[in-house]
C-alpha cells in the first residue's frame, strides 16, 4: 500500500508540472487567473533588470552578460558581455535600449533586434531606469553622486535622448546626503530612484531622496509633467518603497510607503481610492491595470489570487498577456493573461488629454475642469 501510495503521488506531482507548464523552482501558493500558466525561463543575474518585447514573445536581461531570449523557441544570444543597469524594449519591438553604470559613469547604447549596437552615448553617473517616449526617443534616469567631508552630493536628472544627438535634460534635482546616509549604501538609493512613465508619454512618477539634517531620510514621489515642466509631489514615503506606477489610462496612480501599505490615489483630487495591506516594496502594473504585483502578490481586478516569494521582481508585457518574473537568480514567465483594451484613443483624443493635463499641471484649469472636458472628449 505505501508504494502503491508513492506512486500515485509521483503520477499527481507530474501532473502538476504539466499543468503549470513545466517542473520550476518557483514558489506559488493560490492559483492564476483562468487560462494563465507559468513556465521557467533559465538563469539570470540576481537583481538585474529584465524587459518583454510588446508582445512578450521576447526577453531581454542579463545572465553574466545582456541577452536576448525567444520564449517560444527557447534559443538566447549574448548581445555583449557588459551587466546592464537598465533595460527597455521600444514600442515597436525593433529596438532595445539599454544603460551600462561603472565607477559613477553611465552609458546608453541602443541595439537592434538581432543584437547590433546602433548608437551610444557616455553620461556622467549612474541610470537606474529606461522608458520609450516614442519611437525614437529614450527616457533615462541619470543619478550622480559626489563625495565630500560633510556628505554627498546627489543629483537626479531625468534625460531624453534620440540616439543622435546629446541627450538633453528634462528634470533637475540637487540635494545634499548625510555622511551616515552614505554610509547606509549610496548604490542602494541610486537603485530605488527611478520613474515610470504614463501610458499617453506625457507625464512620469518618479522618486526624488530628501535628507533633512535633523530628521530621517526618506522619498518624496513626484508627478512631472513633461510638456510643462511643473511636478507636483504626491507622497512622502520610506527608502523601501518600489516608487509609483500608473493604472490604466494613467488617471490614477499606485504606489507604496515601503512598510505598511500600498494606496491607489487619484493624483489631482489628494483623494485614496483603495489601500493594499502590502508595503510596495516591489510594484509592478499592467499596461491596461487588470493586473497588479505588488510584493510577490499577484491582484487579478482588485483581488489577490496568487503569491510568489515576496521579493520577486515582475515586468508586463504590453500586449500579449505575459509577465516576466525574476526571483534570485532565475526568471520565469507568465503567459495567458487576458488583459482588457476596450477602449482605444483616437490621435485628436490623445491630443486634448494631455493638453488638458499640461493646462492642469500649470494651474489654468482645476481638476473638476479638467474631469468634465475628460467627459466631453469621451462622448
Given at each position: 500500500?505505501?508504494?502503491?501510495y508513492?506512486?500515485?503521488?509521483?503520477?499527481?506531482?507530474l501532473?502538476?508540472?504539466?499543468?503549470?507548464?513545466?517542473?520550476?523552482?518557483?514558489?506559488?501558493?493560490?492559483?492564476?487567473?483562468?487560462?494563465?500558466?507559468?513556465?521557467?525561463?533559465?538563469?539570470?543575474?540576481?537583481?538585474?533588470?529584465?524587459?518583454?518585447?510588446?508582445?512578450?514573445?521576447?526577453?531581454?536581461y542579463?545572465?553574466?552578460?545582456?541577452?536576448?531570449?525567444?520564449?517560444?523557441?527557447?534559443?538566447?544570444?549574448?548581445?555583449?558581455?557588459?551587466?546592464?543597469?537598465?533595460?527597455?524594449?521600444?514600442?515597436?519591438?525593433?529596438?532595445?535600449?539599454?544603460?551600462?553604470?561603472?565607477?559613477?559613469?553611465?552609458?546608453?547604447?541602443?541595439?537592434?533586434?538581432e543584437?547590433?549596437?546602433?548608437?551610444?552615448?557616455?553620461?556622467?553617473?549612474?541610470?537606474?531606469?529606461?522608458?520609450?517616449?516614442?519611437?525614437?526617443?529614450?527616457?533615462?534616469?541619470?543619478?550622480?553622486?559626489?563625495?565630500?567631508?560633510?556628505?554627498?552630493?546627489?543629483?537626479?536628472?531625468?534625460?531624453?535622448?534620440?540616439?543622435?544627438?546629446?541627450?538633453?535634460?528634462?528634470?533637475?534635482?540637487?540635494?545634499?546626503?548625510?555622511?551616515?546616509?552614505?554610509?547606509?549604501?549610496?548604490?542602494?538609493?541610486?537603485?530605488?530612484?527611478?520613474?515610470?512613465?504614463?501610458?499617453?508619454?506625457?507625464?512620469?512618477?518618479?522618486?526624488n531622496?530628501?535628507?533633512?539634517?535633523?530628521?530621517?531620510?526618506?522619498?518624496?514621489v513626484?508627478?512631472?509633467?513633461?510638456?510643462?515642466?511643473?511636478?507636483?509631489?504626491?507622497?512622502?514615503?520610506?527608502?523601501d518603497?518600489?516608487?509609483?506606477?500608473?493604472?490604466?489610462?494613467?488617471?490614477?496612480?499606485?504606489?507604496?510607503?515601503?512598510e505598511?501599505?500600498?494606496?491607489?490615489?487619484?493624483?489631482?483630487?489628494?483623494?485614496?481610492?483603495?489601500?493594499?495591506?502590502?508595503?510596495?516594496?516591489?510594484?509592478?502594473?499592467?499596461?491596461?491595470?487588470?493586473?497588479?504585483?505588488?510584493?510577490?502578490?499577484?491582484?487579478?481586478?482588485?483581488?489577490?489570487?496568487?503569491?510568489?516569494?515576496?521579493?520577486?521582481?515582475?515586468?508586463?508585457?504590453?500586449?500579449?498577456?505575459?509577465?516576466?518574473?525574476?526571483?534570485?537568480?532565475?526568471?520565469?514567465?507568465?503567459?495567458?493573461?487576458?488583459?482588457?483594451?476596450?477602449?482605444?484613443l483616437?490621435?485628436?483624443?490623445?491630443?486634448?488629454?494631455?493638453?488638458?493635463?499640461?493646462?492642469?499641471?500649470?494651474?489654468?484649469?482645476?481638476?473638476?475642469?479638467?474631469?468634465?472636458?475628460?467627459?466631453?472628449?469621451?462622448?
Amino acid at each position: 500500500m505505501p508504494r502503491l501510495y508513492f506512486l500515485y503521488l509521483c503520477i499527481f506531482l507530474l501532473l502538476q508540472c504539466i499543468i503549470t507548464g513545466g517542473c520550476t523552482h518557483l514558489q506559488m501558493s493560490g492559483v492564476l487567473p483562468s487560462g494563465a500558466s507559468v513556465s521557467e525561463i533559465g538563469n539570470c543575474d540576481a537583481n538585474a533588470p529584465f524587459d518583454l518585447d510588446m508582445k512578450g514573445e521576447n526577453i531581454v536581461y542579463a545572465d553574466s552578460g545582456l541577452k536576448i531570449r525567444n520564449l517560444g523557441s527557447g534559443r538566447s544570444r549574448m548581445i555583449c558581455p557588459d551587466t546592464p543597469s537598465a533595460l527597455a524594449w521600444s514600442p515597436d519591438g525593433s529596438r532595445i535600449a539599454a544603460a551600462f553604470s561603472r565607477e559613477n559613469e553611465g552609458t546608453l547604447r541602443l541595439y537592434g533586434f538581432e543584437g547590433e549596437l546602433q548608437a551610444e552615448v557616455k553620461v556622467p553617473g549612474n541610470i537606474s531606469s529606461l522608458a520609450w517616449r516614442s519611437r525614437t526617443d529614450v527616457l533615462a534616469m541619470n543619478i550622480r553622486v559626489r563625495q565630500f567631508s560633510f556628505g554627498a552630493n546627489l543629483v537626479e536628472a531625468l534625460l531624453q535622448w534620440d540616439g543622435v544627438s546629446e541627450p538633453k535634460r528634462l528634470i533637475f534635482f540637487d540635494n545634499t546626503l548625510k555622511p551616515s546616509t552614505v554610509k547606509q549604501g549610496k548604490d542602494y538609493l541610486i537603485r530605488r530612484l527611478t520613474f515610470k512613465l504614463s501610458p499617453l508619454g506625457d507625464e512620469v512618477l518618479f522618486v526624488n531622496v530628501l535628507d533633512p539634517p535633523l530628521f530621517p531620510t526618506y522619498f518624496r514621489v513626484f508627478l512631472h509633467n513633461i510638456d510643462s515642466g511643473k511636478a507636483r509631489e504626491i507622497a512622502k514615503v520610506s527608502l523601501d518603497s518600489g516608487g509609483g506606477a500608473f493604472l490604466g489610462a494613467g488617471e490614477s496612480i499606485l504606489f507604496g510607503d515601503g512598510e505598511n501599505r500600498s494606496l491607489i490615489s487619484d493624483p489631482w483630487k489628494d483623494i485614496m481610492l483603495r489601500a493594499i495591506p502590502t508595503p510596495g516594496r516591489e510594484v509592478a502594473v499592467s499596461s491596461g491595470g487588470r493586473y497588479i504585483m505588488l510584493d510577490g502578490n499577484l491582484y487579478f481586478e482588485g483581488t489577490r489570487t496568487a503569491s510568489f516569494q515576496e521579493s520577486c521582481r515582475s515586468n508586463f508585457s504590453a500586449f500579449g498577456g505575459h509577465m516576466a518574473v525574476e526571483c534570485g537568480d532565475r526568471l520565469y514567465i507568465v503567459s495567458g493573461l487576458k488583459e482588457d483594451f476596450s477602449v482605444k484613443l483616437q490621435p485628436k483624443e490623445i491630443a486634448r488629454i494631455k493638453e488638458l493635463r499640461k493646462l492642469l499641471s500649470d494651474g489654468l484649469i482645476t481638476s473638476q475642469d479638467y474631469r468634465r472636458s475628460l467627459e466631453k472628449t469621451a462622448q
